[in-house]
């Protein structure tokens, strides 16, 4: 999802695009996609007006903001299959650097992934496979794109845009509450932003202001992460001590974070290795 090809991201586009963040229904839309990009973009607008967000985040958030045709062409190409076995994709990301810094990280933060563990029922070996492959700990590739223009630019084409006229209402949305800063609002190819990559509706569904000061930033505060990522997974019906492995109801909950099973499995395996 991000400018490296769609291959070596950690989860495929479409999957991120189909309920994987937890994409939720959300009000209807009604702006005319197509045309004339302003007229979209006015539009779009008052749409979001309609639903809260002040004129004053509005006009900040769409100024000067024109469709990037790299994204149109990026969206084009996915696919939303693996072209690896589990086996091969899982040797390129369950690999010893990747385990060891987790590893040094479950320690660093014990009491934060215990607390987090105990409220929401989620195993703190799973939310530390998650962070490490989305974005290696907020230490790798979380997305260098505008997420305004980037969802503006989806939501303008025809194909899904009730989808993405959504996700840009979310992302405005964030910006409303002072979550994140406009500046702050970058992500990847489809809009996902932050240290486990939400997209804005999940980010407005699901995050929790776990460091109490007041804003919900899963860009920078590693206890908003970890407990909107426990969150997620817990709203969508995980069971707290159950295993998760494939054939599982918790590998089944694990689909609102990615639809591949690869992936799952991926996610799953790497939790394991970290209790070994």
Known sequence: ????????????????????????????????CGGDFGTFLA??????????????????AFAGVTADPAVLAF?????GTFRKTFEEYA????VPARIKRARTLMQKHAALLGRVERQFGVS????????????????????????????????HDCRRT????RELIAALQIVQRGDLPLRD????????????????????????????????????????????????????GWQPGAPFGEGTPNFEVMREWNRSVI???TMALFAERLTE
């Open 124 to 155: 703190k070996e799973l939310l530390m496979a998650i962070w490490t492959l989305e974005s290696d700990n907020g230490t790798g590739d979380m997305g260098k794109l505008p997420v305004v223009r980037t969802i503006a630019t989806l939501a």
């Open 91 to 94: 040797a390129t990301r369950v």
């Open 185 to 236: 609002l970058i992500g990847a190819y489809a809009g996902e932003l932050g240290q486990t990559q939400f997209l804005p509706s999940s980010y407005i569904k699901y995050g929790v202001d776990y460091d109490g000061n007041g804003h919900v930033d899963l860009r920078h505060s590693i206890p908003d992460v970890l407990a909107s990522t426990a969150n997620l997974l817990k709203v969508n």
């Open 43 to 60: 539009a779009m607008g008052r749409e979001a007006q309609a639903q809260g967000v002040s004129r004053a985040v509005i006009d900040q």
């Open 1 to 32: 999802m991000m400018i490296r090809a769609a291959a070596a991201r950690l989860r495929p586009l479409a999957a991120a695009l189909a309920v994987s963040v937890g994409i939720g229904a959300g009000p209807a839309v009604a702006a005319q």
């Open 75 to 79: 969206d084009r190409r996915q696919r």
């Open 162 to 165: 009730e989808l993405f006229q």
């Open 263 to 265: 992936y799952r499995k």
